[in-house]
T-cell receptor, first 113, second 114 residues
């Protein structure tokens, strides 16, 4: 068990460009979550999957954001036409379905310039 | 709707002193409650969780928390602070039966001085 892996660790992009992040969860975990964290704030929920199905999506999530988990294993989060306000740490977590805590990855830090 | 309020964005204690980090929740159904710790440039690590069993929950690194329904609180404590406890701490709530994901508070930064 290598934990939750996120790639890349850091991404600097120009405003207007598209970016894609990858998350590899713990293999036996069927749930996968995406959160966004800005400085001085707690993680903000974006979306989550159970297997390949996207079960919940935050109403705060812009339509420029899209997430996939095509085979119920790894997941990608894409941000189109990035804006400076998208600069944040993007965290991925996984868990089993049930009252279990999540295992978080180390995050991808996005800087939009 | 569910929410979490962490009272005090910054708490400072001396090494060896009691640590008390406050968390109050709002939930329309019995909640599951969690405490996480985050060290700089790292992801979040689960400290402990309450899932409707014992109201006093023991976690890692000597931390514990008590669920008090009448006060809608889930405060985190540690009898004696260590320098290595300096980090950001987050309280989170979930309504698992409703299929919702964890909702986090804004966090409390714990500083420990020698």
């Amino acid at each position: 068990d290598t934990g939750v892996s996120q790639d890349p660790r850091h991404k600097i992009t120009k405003r207007g460009q598209n970016v894609t992040f990858r998350c590899d969860p713990i293999s036996e975990h069927n749930r996968l979550y995406w959160y966004r964290q800005t400085l001085g704030q707690g993680p903000e929920f974006l979306t989550y999957f159970q297997n390949e199905a996207q079960l919940e999506k935050s109403r705060l999530l812009s339509d420029r954001f899209s997430a996939e988990r095509p085979k119920g294993s790894f997941s990608t989060l894409e941000i189109q036409r990035t804006e400076q306000g998208d600069s944040a740490m993007y965290l991925c977590a996984s868990s089993l379905a049930g009252p279990y805590g999540y295992t978080f990855g180390s995050g991808t830090r996005l800087t939009v310039v | 709707a569910q929410s979490v309020t962490q009272l005090g964005s910054h708490v400072s204690v001396s090494e060896g002193a009691l640590v008390l980090l406050r968390c109050n929740y709002s939930s329309s159904v019995p909640p599951y409650l969690f405490w996480y710790v985050q060290y700089p440039n790292q992801g979040l690590q689960l400290l402990l969780k309450y899932t409707s069993a014992a109201t006093l929950v023991k976690g890692i690194n000597g931390f514990e928390a008590e669920f008090k329904k009448s006060e809608t609180s889930f405060h985190l404590t540690k009898p004696s602070a260590h320098m290595s406890d300096a980090a950001e701490y987050f309280c989170a709530v979930s309504q698992y039966q409703a299929g919702t994901a964890l909702i986090f508070g804004k966090g409390t930064t714990l500083s420990v001085s020698s």
